[in-house]
């Protein structure tokens, strides 16, 4: 199965072209039929922020809401794992929990994969250089919040290595949910 997570506030859904876009990346590569239309399929409470998840297969759909209550991520662990591959928004995240679970007094993780910087287990990254913002240029996982960054301007696409952590300015993840929030202790190596 596969995921979509978005992000509903007061009956509307948050970047929904983002999403869709994804998804249809998503249903065209496995060659899936038939097309999944959110903005028709997904109907959000009128009242509150909630995390919709769209769970889709070629047998159907799920949707599920759950209010949505931020996670604080203060500091990164840098973890390698250079076998590791989620080029889709699948459901199962076997591969990644088990990197979280080696944060130890971290929130999360920071995925190296050979040599480069990738994700966390839950957002793309991004490093600020004292004058732009700086994304991997080949994450785990294209977000659509680095997807939508990227297309005003805010975020550059570049290949991230660890020596470029010492040269960081600030450090941000983001996700469709958290929006973009720089981290405050940085990353840990």
Avoid at 126 to 155: C, F, N, Q, S
Wanted: charged fraction near 20%; include cysteine; charge should be negative.
């Amino acid at each position: 199965m596969f995921l979509e997570t978005l992000r509903c506030e007061n009956g509307t859904i948050a970047h929904l072209s983002y999403h869709q876009n994804r998804l249809d990346a998503t249903l065209k590569h496995w060659g899936i039929r038939p097309r999944y239309d959110l903005g028709h399929l997904i109907l959000p409470p009128k009242e509150g922020v909630f995390r919709c998840r769209f769970l889709y297969s070629s047998a159907g759909f799920t949707i599920e809401f759950h209010p949505y209550v931020p996670k604080s991520i203060n500091a990164l662990k840098l973890i390698h794992a250079d076998s590791i591959d989620y080029p889709f928004k699948f459901a199962d995240r076997t591969a990644l929990n088990t990197l979280y679970d080696q944060r130890e007094e971290c929130d999360d993780v920071l995925i190296v994969k050979n040599g480069y910087l990738t994700d966390t287990t839950i957002s793309n990254i991004a490093l600020y250089d004292g004058t732009r913002w700086l994304t991997p240029e080949k994450p785990l996982l294209e977000g659509t919040t680095r997807a939508r960054l990227i297309h005003a301007g805010i975020l550059l696409p570049a290949p991230l290595c660890l020596e470029d952590i010492a040269h960081a300015k600030k450090v941000a993840v983001f996700n469709a949910l958290m929006g973009f929030v720089e981290v405050e202790h940085g990353i840990i190596i």
